[in-house]
């Protein structure tokens, strides 16, 4: 029979894990999601100028392009870009390079000098404005030497300047917005630099007064590459938030709700994706960062709007796609610690344990506490903003991403939304935790521990811990999951030179939840070689102490079954001193838990 680990009020033990970013997890409490710090400039493309388009037809505004000429030189020859092509479609300069003939282009671009193509941003010939920006944005396309002498020849500004001059033409503002995106890819120089000359505020008035497609994909990319600089991102925060919201995210969700096919809407889902990943980037910035995006209106409803549309019409919409997967990271960041900022704020400490007598009355055993099941409240159709994330509704969308999402980035994002808002002792967590299990999340969550990405695999046991607070999830997890939880706890023949901790660490957390006063899952847990596995590790001298000392409090918790303690003795001819942790608590490593253990859940034979 199953027991349940848990500890009594008066019993209450220290309990620890380190990760490698320094900060200490102690108990579920405080297992929030790590946020997302933006580590990939690959979120802004490069755009060259658009190429070989027709009259009647569009270009392919979801992908980068290489342009195809050689590009190493800056004096390469104007006339040699394609422009003489048949019928309506034109070369990769401009779509409309080519109603000014071909031997005036030769003519007037020829082998000219960085700064002389600079200098003619500044010309009163529209054309030639136009012309000379489309070539600085074809020259910044992949090439990081052009993009370090643009800016040092003064490009940088005298793009800016052109953005801002209210006589420059859509034309020429499409590609000097389209040169300070290629610029700024990859390139911290020249996004600092971009700041330096106002650039922020010159990219968002031309976001507010311009309907251009291309212009909106083309301002919003050079704003997304400059939102994953650190030095950045408060300034964006600034000035750029609220027009993200009101402009781009609030109009995709009402589009979404009317049912339009945004992919038909030209350039829509591209400015979509790049403020999904502005926003993603910004929601890594800082705690306050985040409390004020959250306080943001509008902001938090577009992005659930958004995930719930997608995940309902999934034959629709990309869920694999980058947009997707920005919004969603976006809402793992800032569901970080949101439970502290809820209108809800009141606690609910289960009571997972209690005292059984023994013995006529002579001794007295902890024991698991009889289940008892939340009350799961109905979703608020009316709830806003972080209110919204309390909600029920919320958690059916993300379970249908990890189903059918193959990006992995959305599919670990999405566990980590569950596991933030599953963590600590909050009313809105219990019935967060119990509604997963009805939603059919919890085998998903069991299926991924073993997925082949690291921190899809890690985070799927962080979440697991969480959500084994509800009594009857660790009974389940425990009873159809300890293989998978087993599977990431070195062995006696793993080379330890080669152990990943973190996954090791998570999981060995996971199994103490699930074991602690719970006979049958310690009874798993023994058949998949956990407890052999953790003497293995205790006894050894080739493994780290930070995984020695989790290892050292699962075997307290499993010494501490006694109903176990006699099949240890006859079946594993194992005595008490193979229980003992030969790596201690250290008290610089330690922080009081105020969580109680888990206990037992009602019987069950399936997952809900």
């Known amino acids: 029979m199953f027991a349940n680990k848990s500890h009594s009020d008066e019993t209450m033990n220290r309990e620890y894990i380190e990760y490698e970013n320094g900060r200490d997890y102690s108990g579920h409490e405080d297992d929030y999601g790590v946020y997302y710090e933006e580590p990939y400039d690959e979120q802004g493309y490069y755009y060259g100028a658009r190429e070989s388009i027709s009259s009647t037809g569009s270009p392919d505004m979801q992908n980068p392009y290489q342009i195809g000429i050689d590009t190493s030189g800056l004096a390469g020859s104007m006339g040699s870009l394609g ?19 071909r031997q005036q282009i030769s003519s007037q671009f020829k082998d000219l000098s960085l700064d002389r193509i600079i200098q003619l941003l500044e010309s009163d010939d529209p054309a030639i404005t136009s012309n000379a920006a489309a070539y600085l944005q074809h020259l910044t396309y992949n090439n990081s030497e052009n993009k370090r002498a643009i800016c040092n020849a003064g490009g940088i500004e005298a793009l800016v300047s052109a953005l801002e001059d209210r006589r420059s033409s859509d034309q020429t503002i499409e590609h000097v917005a389209g040169a300070l995106r290629n610029a700024s890819y990859g390139c911290n120089e020249n996004k600092l630099q971009i700041k330096k000359c106002e650039g922020i505020s010159a990219l968002l008035k031309t976001l507010r007064r311009k309907t251009n497609a291309y212009i909106r994909v083309h301002t919003t990319g050079a704003l997304w590459n400059l939102s994953s600089h650190q030095a950045i991102k408060q300034s964006l925060l600034d000035q750029v938030l609220t027009d993200c919201v009101e402009k781009v995210l609030l109009p995709y969700a009402e589009a979404l709700r009317a049912n339009k096919i945004t992919k038909d809407l ?23 960062a985040r409390r004020r995006m959250r306080e943001t209106e509008g902001l938090l409803d577009s992005l659930c709007d958004i995930v719930k549309f997608m995940a309902i019409n999934l034959d629709d919409y990309d869920i694999n796609g980058r947009g997707i997967e920005g919004a969603i990271c976006a ?56 209110d919204q994330l309390m909600q029920i509704s919320v958690l059916q969308p993300l379970v249908m991403m990890m189903m059918h999402s193959t990006n992995p980035q959305t599919i670990e994002a999405s566990i980590g939304i569950v596991q933030n808002l599953t963590a600590d002792y909050y009313v809105t967590s219990s019935y967060l935790r119990a509604h997963f299990r009805k939603e059919k999340g919890l085998p998903i969550l069991v299926e991924k521990i073993t997925d082949s990405s690291p921190t899809i695999s890690q985070t799927s046991i962080i979440a697991l811990r969480n959500l084994a607070v509800d009594l009857k999830n660790k ?10 939880v ?32 719970n006979v049958e899952n310690a009874r ?11 003497i293995d590790i205790n006894q050894s001298i080739h493994y780290s102490d930070k995984l020695k000392k989790a290892t050292g409090q699962v075997l307290q918790a499993m010494w501490n079954i006694e109903d176990l303690r006699s099949f240890y003795r006859k079946e594993l001819n194992l005595k008490k001193a193979h229980f003992q942790p030969t790596v201690l608590h250290s008290g610089e490593t330690m922080r009081p838990s105020n969580r109680t253990s888990d206990g037992r859940p009602v019987d069950a034979d399936s997952w809900v």
Do not use: W
């Not at 599977?487 to 602690?516: N, R, Y």
């Open 83 to 101: 422009l003489n092509r048949g019928g309506m479609q034109y070369g990769s300069m401009s779509g409309r390079l080519a109603t000014m003939g």
């Open 266 to 288: 030209t350039g829509f889902d591209q400015v979509f994706t790049n403020v999904a990943g502005i926003v993603r980037n910004l929601s890594s910035h800082s705690d306050a």
């Open 331 to 386: 809402l793992r960041n800032l569901t970080y610690k949101i439970h502290r900022e809820a209108s809800n704020t009141q606690q609910s400490i289960p009571r997972l344990t209690e005292k059984k007598s023994k013995m006529l009355g002579l001794k007295s055993v902890t024991v698991a506490a009889p289940y008892q099941e939340p009350n799961i409240p109905e979703s608020d159709p009316r709830a806003t903003g972080i």
């Open 475 to 484: 009974d389940l997890i425990g009873k159809y999951g300890m293989k998978e």
């Open 486 to 517: 087993c599977t990431h706890i070195p062995g006696s023949h793993s080379d330890s030179k080669q152990v990943d901790e973190k996954p090791a660490l998570a999981s060995l957390f996971l199994a103490k939840t699930l074991v602690e006063y």
């Open 524 to 534: 798993q847990f023994i058949e998949h070689k956990g407890l052999m596995k953790l």
